[in-house]
């Protein structure tokens, strides 16, 4: 049974003290709050607030952007405080955000990217891939250079590093192998890869022998051994050459296919010819060896080996020398001769007795007298007091004895008998009845022209183009500034047919006639071209062309020609020749209508446009002097035809060339009106006309401007022309 707890005893009351009432106090969570903090609790409430309200913001205005990366398990991050994700989503706002993104075997993704007002998008991040390597194995294990997409990577056999990852063209390269060229996918990611190549041999085994054998063999310009020679040859096409002391070179240019052998057999060489060098005196001399013309000296001479010939050397007014000469094979000799002079007599019959006698501008004594002289042109002076002096060209011929008989006439006579000057009405109309084919100005004549073809073709593919009965006065009035003294003014009459060359002689042309022709260059630029006109030929070699191409042509030969020299014309021959002096200046000045021209483009200088082939500005650091302001594009001389003809479908009659001409060269030639004239019959010069493409001056660009030489120059070629009847 419980026992029943005691009561506690009641305090007793403090003694002496006044007992108040106590306050009532509430519990302790109850209790009131201080003041201070009574005071933040809006601003708590305020900001709670507010962050509520910017996010409720900032997902009302963010759209939602889906990153998807290359590869898909790149880590991403987006540089932003506030660029909540889920999943591959994040809430961005509009605008640009810096992204960055890494994977292994790629390159870092660092850049921003653009998001829009669409409220779903979706954004493509590729990182790029790592280079990678790639391990070549070559099989034959030679060296080889490597080509990734046709630039130069490296060598092979190894790895090549850093190759961009992607698709490639590997190309290798061994010496003697053919390319191997493959496709081949980097993968890159710093991964290695592997490629083994196998070569392809580009070459032929190759024997070759020569008799005699030692003969060097060089291929492509490479020597390769001596014969007899076996080994190989590379693919392609080669120029195989075999040279022996003593032996003509021996060269073949040669296919060789990749595995197919090259047998030659047995070269037999073809002993080397000996070398002549020959000089004369006088140089200039013809040589002929064995009856073939082959120059004038000095010259070097190919002398076929072993056996003799017989060389012949001539010259104007000299006893021609000859000689047997043989020659070791490869030997060289040298021989100079000195001709002797040839003398033939002339006797000279002169009224009235008191007359002087010159030769050659030198005093001889009476002019009644036989003289010796040698046998080639002279110049003849007779003179006396009182009496008109007279001058003559004469050429003495051995085994001939030539008579002159002259009476010398007086001053008055001389006077009397001087044709009157053209009036300016006569030249106008002398000047402008000039006339292409077909020309009915001369009645007498207009028959016989009218038969032949309007123009015809040499067998080299040459046109030469008819005229006919042209009238014209050459030379230049003494009014005209830029006027010379040797160009008197003379009427001519063209009644006789004749074609005119449209072009000038090319060097393919001429060369189908002297095959070793060439011209030189000048400050690099060449004269040489096929297509150019032939230069550097003498008058005497471009009439053995004219001979050369009618005989071909099957025409009569207009020069009569014996040991390579000129010793007359047959003025009844068709076969080609050069142009007379009257042609060529009325071709070139007088135009169908008329017209007179002074210059090739007109009637003033300078000309303003490119009008033909001059010194120009194309010209500079060849010629001496240029037209300042034109360029005709070409230093030399151009292509013939490359500017447009004149009004009688002629090309370059003044410019590209100077143009040999037919006639002999005369100072002085008379005032006398002339018909087909083929100017003096003798005389040591012969006449150029036109202008060529080292010339710029006002005189010299002139059409009616004439020069004589002996030689050949670098500016000066020809046309051909011919009579049609």
């Not at 990153?67 to 506030?82: F, K, N, S, Y």
């Not at 002339?346 to 005093?363: K, N």
């Not at 032949?452 to 073709?457: E, I, K, L, N, Y």
């Not at 082939?613 to 650091?621: C, R, S, T, V």
């Amino acid at each position: 049974m419980t026992k029943p707890q005691a009561m506690p005893a009641a305090t007793p009351p403090t003694a002496g003290k006044l007992i108040r009432p106590q306050t009532f106090r509430p519990p302790s969570r109850l209790r009131t709050l201080p003041r201070f903090e009574i005071a933040w609790l809006p601003l708590l409430t305020s900001l709670v607030l507010a962050l509520w309200a910017l996010a409720a913001w900032f997902v009302f205005t963010a759209r939602a952007v889906t990153l998807h990366t290359e590869p898909a398990d790149a880590r991403i991050e987006v540089a932003q405080w506030l660029a909540p994700r889920i999943a591959n989503h994040w809430l961005l706002r509009a605008g640009e955000h810096r992204v960055r993104a890494s994977a292994a075997g790629y390159k870092d993704f660092d850049a921003l990217v653009s998001v829009d007002d669409a409220p779903r998008q979706t954004r493509d991040i590729v990182l790029e891939r790592l280079p990678g390597s790639i391990r070549i194995t070559l099989q034959p294990a030679v060296e080889a250079s490597v080509l990734i997409d046709n630039q130069a990577f490296g060598k092979a056999p190894g790895v090549l590093r850093e190759v961009p990852a992607g698709a490639h063209q590997i190309e290798i390269r061994a010496p003697r192998y053919r390319a191997h060229v493959v496709q081949m996918e980097v993968e890159g990611k710093a991964i290695e890869q592997s490629l083994t190549a196998q070569l392809e041999p580009a070459w032929a085994d190759a024997s070759i022998d020569s008799q005699p054998s030692g003969a060097e063999l060089s291929v492509d310009g490479q020597v390769l051994g001596t014969t007899p020679y076996q080994g190989e040859l590379l693919e392609g096409r080669r120029a195989i050459r075999l040279t022996l002391r003593g032996y003509k070179p021996w060269q073949q240019s040669l296919k060789v296919v990749a595995g197919m052998p090259v047998k030659l057999g047995t070269v037999v060489l073809t002993e080397a010819d000996g070398q002549l060098q020959l000089k004369s005196t006088p140089a200039g001399a013809s040589v002929t060896l064995d009856d073939n013309f082959i120059g004038r000296t000095p010259l070097e001479v190919a002398i076929a080996p072993g056996k003799s010939h017989r060389l012949l050397v001539r010259a104007e007014g000299y006893v021609a020398a000859e000689r047997n000469v043989m020659l070791a094979p490869a030997a060289s000799e040298a021989l100079e001769l000195t001709l002797d002079a040839e003398l033939a007599n002339v006797q000279f019959i002169t009224a009235p007795q008191s007359a002087e006698l010159l030769v050659d501008g030198v005093a001889r004594g009476s002019a009644n007298q036989t003289l010796a002289l040698p046998t080639r042109e002279h110049e003849v002076t007779i003179r006396a007091l009182g009496y008109a002096t007279y001058t003559m060209r004469v050429t003495p011929r051995k085994g001939v004895e030539k008579r002159f008989r002259m009476r010398l006439k007086t001053i008055a006579e001389a006077a009397a008998e001087q044709p009157a000057p053209l009036s300016a009405a006569n030249t106008a109309q002398t000047m402008g009845n000039g006339s292409g084919a077909g020309s009915d100005s001369n009645a007498g004549n207009g028959d016989d022209n009218a038969a032949a073809t309007p123009s015809v073709t040499t067998s080299a593919g040459q046109e030469l183009k008819l005229f006919s009965n042209g009238q014209a006065v050459l030379g230049s009035a003494r009014s005209d500034s830029a006027r010379r003294a040797d160009e008197v003014q003379r009427p001519v009459l063209l009644k006789r047919a004749f074609y005119l060359g449209a072009k000038e002689v090319s060097n393919g042309e001429f060369r189908k006639f002297l095959g070793n022709h060439h011209a030189s260059n000048l400050q690099n630029a060449t004269l040489d071209d096929d297509s150019q006109p032939v230069v550097d030929v003498d008058w005497q070699t471009a009439a053995l062309y004219c001979n050369w191409l009618s005989r071909r042509d099957g025409l009569p030969p207009f020069y009569q020609i014996k040991y390579g020299e000129v010793l007359g014309v047959n003025p009844a021959a068709t076969g080609y020749r050069l142009p007379t002096e009257a042609e060529w200046e009325w071709a070139a000045r007088t135009a169908p209508d008329g017209t007179v021209l002074r210059y090739a483009w007109g009637e003033a200088f300078p000309p303003t446009s490119v009008s033909g082939n001059y010194a120009d500005d194309a010209a500079q650091g060849v010629a001496t002097t240029v037209l300042r302001g034109l360029r005709d594009g070409f230093a030399v001389s151009a292509p013939t035809g490359s500017f447009a003809p004149n009004g009688r479908g002629l090309y370059d009659l003044g410019g590209n060339v100077a143009e040999w001409v037919h006639d002999y060269y005369d100072a002085t030639p008379s005032a006398a009106p002339s018909t087909d004239s083929l100017g003096p019959p003798s005389g040591t010069l012969h006449v150029i006309k036109g202008a060529s493409w080292a010339m710029s001056s006002a005189t010299d660009l002139r059409l009616a401007a004439r020069a004589s030489a002996e030689r050949g120059r670098h500016d000066v070629g020809f046309r051909l022309a011919r009579y049609a009847q």
